[in-house]
């Protein structure tokens, strides 16, 4: 497997450094948290990169996608992740888009995929349920059959992006118990459907996220995505492709609060000398750097897989998510630590990366749980 750039790739990387560096600075998210802004990203960035053709990057030319993969895409998101910009990338491009792109019917790809990719709806993925942790088929939200739909009744929480959302993809039970692989079906739902609750939960990252009640709402038959009972693999496949996208954002933002310690162990002086000659903080910046590099070729190799549709992507994910899991929250610990008592202080950037790094290690799935998965996979 190739672990370099392409000449292609280069550019697309470069194009999204700039962009995301003249257009969001870490300032815009310190102003949308200050603000209590109740979405939490730009709308207006959004299209901008739709515009640019970002969103539509690892789509099929024939939904108006570029037709490249998640290879292309997250040099993109690592760019994002540099500047932590907050806007539902990972909650609605990689998990809705993604799952309406492979499971929808034309008629829910018409209606929403154009929407989708020119940055003007948004379509998050409901998946996790209180107490699930990170079992995917923990499900209890039920899809009662009435006439010739069904009543889903439940609770969602963590719900990436759903606030301000379009629509909500659901996954709920047609048959089964919780726990069960089969029986779960996937359904397309208004956000402003009746009996959608959507409350927002303020997180410690400060990124868009809710808790969302379901309370006898109807879905007809059309609002199915993918087979009826037979969401369980679609989502496995949908969680997996968005905790790649998570694990490159985790990337950047490890890789820029690295060159945030690297500048200040060049700048700041004790006893006339930069820290940064001091023999102990360069171990542990050398140890930060062989972590980060190693989580890069990780997320690489997980990107390409899915993109193959190798065997061993699955096990791929989970190493690269285990990987930047422990590796973001090292940089970030760090980070602060070198920065001593002022990298406690909100004064500076390096205490948002560690929120975040703490948020997303637990996104999907943390190291542990990565570590465990990828030994199952691979049969020990």
């Known amino acids: 497997m190739q672990l370099v750039l392409t000449e292609d790739q280069e550019l697309i990387a470069a194009t999204a450094r700039d962009f995301v560096s003249t257009n969001s600075p870490v300032a815009r998210f310190r102003a949308l948290r200050d603000a209590g802004d109740p979405l939490g990203y730009s709308p207006k960035l959004l299209r901008e990169m739709a515009e640019l053709g970002w969103l539509g990057i690892a789509f099929d030319e024939k939904e108006g996608g570029a037709g490249l993969g998640l290879a292309e895409l997250i040099l993109i998101v690592e760019a994002l992740g ?17 799952a309406l792109a492979e499971g929808g019917s034309a008629a829910q790809r018409a209606a929403w995929l154009p929407g989708i990719l020119a940055g003007e709806k948004v379509v998050a ?36 992006d759903a606030v301000g959302a379009d629509a909500l993809i659901v996954p709920a039970r047609t048959a089964g118990a919780a726990g069960d692989r089969d029986g779960i079906t996937l359904f397309l739902v208004d956000a402003r459907a009746p009996g959608v609750t959507i409350e927002r939960q303020i997180r410690v990252d400060h990124r868009n996220a809710a808790l969302v009640r379901l309370d006898g709402v109807a879905c007809d038959a059309a609002s199915v995505v993918g087979g009826m009972g037979e969401g369980g693999a679609l989502l496995e496949r949908e969680i997996d492709r968005a905790t790649v996208v998570l694990a490159a ?52 190799a997980a990107a390409r897989a899915l993109d193959a549709g190798e065997g061993d992507g699955a096990k791929l994910v989970s190493l690269a998510k285990a990987r930047c899991s422990d590796a973001y929250v090292l940089a ?10 002022v990298g406690m202080t909100d004064e500076y950037d390096v205490g948002f990366y560690m929120k975040r790094a703490r948020a997303a290690e637990l996104t999907f799935g943390d190291a542990a749980f990565h570590r465990q998965r990828w030994a199952t996979l691979a049969g020990y």
């Open 82 to 98: 540099r500047r932590l910009a907050p806007e539902p990338i990972v909650g609605a491009l990689a998990m809705g888009g993604f």
């Open 125 to 160: 993925l409901a998946h996790q349920e209180p107490g699930a942790r990170y079992d995917l088929f923990s499900i209890e939200t039920r899809a009662e059959a009435k006439g010739a739909g069904h009543s889903l009744s439940g609770r969602k929480s963590q719900v990436l």
């Open 249 to 300: 954002e985790m990337l950047g933002g490890m890789s820029e609060v690295f060159d945030l310690t690297l500048s200040y162990l060049k700048t700041r002086e004790q006893f006339g000398v930069p820290i940064g000659s001091f023999q102990a903080l360069q171990h542990r910046a050398a140890n930060v750097y062989m972590e980060i590099e190693l989580a890069r070729s990780s997320v690489m």
């Open 332 to 341: 970030a610990n760090e980070a602060v630590q070198i920065y001593g008592g």
